[in-house]
Structures are given as structure tokens and as C-alpha cells.
């Protein structure tokens, strides 16, 4: 458990070109999300792969009256972290776009202001046996915020688990 101020010589947080294998042990949790301003409306999504990139489980939420891009961020990621306790996953690499969350969460004492956010997800990730979380690119992500979008651009509300196949729409993108 690594606690404010401490060096944690796990590695946690990366920049990637592309997808980046997790080692054997771990699974990754690529994580999208989709926000209108306009409506306030939440679309979240995490796809879980193993090493060998082969996809295991895939997800999708709506949350209503998330009133900034800020929160949104913070909303995808807390339930992503808390569906891999749920599922008993415990060693998991996140994968997620928005840098300042996840420079938060690796240096918190850089980042005051995200304090109280990061303490609560800081709870959720010690619930796991061991955990990274690092920066994603746009390109990367893409499969994931596509689903995430569904919510947003497609009125697709139900939240939903789904095992071993990801959604139908979306062949082309996770092969």
C-alpha cells in the first residue's frame, strides 16, 4: 500500500503510443467515457483485456446530472476501479486518457486540489492486490469511448456486463 509521500517503485503511470500489453499476471482496464455539457449526461465504459489482448469483459454506465468534464472523468473512473473489485480482479492496469487524474493519483501531493477525489479512489485501489494506472492515448481508447458514446450520441442508457464478445457495432474496431 502506498501512502502520500511515499515512492511506490511500482511503475504507474506511462505515456503510450499504442496498447500496451500488461504483464501475464495483470489485466488491463482500458477506460472511455463520452460527457455533453448540454445535457449533463454521463457515458462511461471500460473494456478488460488479458495479455494476449484477447478481450474478457466489457462495460457500459450512464450517470445523469454529472455537471463537468472534471467529475465525468472522476465518475468513469471511481465505478471502473469498483467493477474490478466487484469482479475480484487484483492486479489491474488502468488505462485512461486524462492525464491530471492520473498524475493526481501517482503524485498526489503535486496536485492539492484533486485531494479529496484522489483519497476516495486511493481507497477503491487498495482494495486490489496490486494496481497501475496510466495515461492512455486518444487513439488508443477510441473502442472503449466509442461504447462510452453509445450513451451520449445513441440515447443506449442500459448498463450492462458483457463476457468474452464486445458489442456487435463494434467488430471491426476490436479486431
Known amino acids: 500500500m502506498q501512502r502520500d509521500g511515499e515512492v511506490d517503485s511500482r511503475p504507474q503511470c506511462r505515456r503510450n503510443i499504442g496498447w500496451v500489453v500488461p504483464p501475464r499476471q495483470f489485466v ?5 467515457m463520452k460527457w455533453s455539457n448540454a445535457k449533463k449526461e454521463l457515458g462511461a465504459a471500460w473494456v478488460l483485456r488479458n495479455s494476449d489482448g484477447s478481450v474478457l469483459l466489457h462495460s457500459r454506465r450512464s450517470f445523469l446530472r454529472v455537471w463537468t468534464k472534471d467529475e465525468a472523468y472522476y465518475f468513469s473512473l471511481a465505478w471502473a476501479v469498483e467493477s474490478m473489485v466487484s469482479l475480484r480482479c487484483r492486479r489491474v492496469y488502468f ?3 486524462r492525464g491530471m ?3 493526481a493519483i501517482n503524485r498526489s501531493k503535486a496536485w492539492p486540489s484533486f485531494k479529496n477525489k484522489v483519497c476516495e479512489l486511493r481507497r477503491l485501489l487498495e482494495e486490489l492486490l496490486e494496481w497501475s494506472v ?3 492515448t ?3 481508447n477510441r473502442d472503449v469511448r466509442l461504447i462510452a458514446s453509445s450513451v451520449v450520441n445513441d440515447d443506449r442508457f442500459q448498463s450492462y456486463v458483457a463476457r468474452g464478445c464486445y ?3 463494434l467488430t471491426n474496431n476490436f479486431l
Do not use: D, H
Not at 488491463?28 to 472511455?32: D, E, T
Open 95 to 97: 488505462a485512461f486518457e
Open 101 to 103: 487524474l492520473v498524475n
Open 167 to 169: 458489442p456487435s457495432w
Open 138 to 140: 486518444w487513439g488508443v
Open 134 to 136: 496510466m495515461i492512455e
Open 28 to 32: 488491463k482496464c482500458n477506460i472511455g
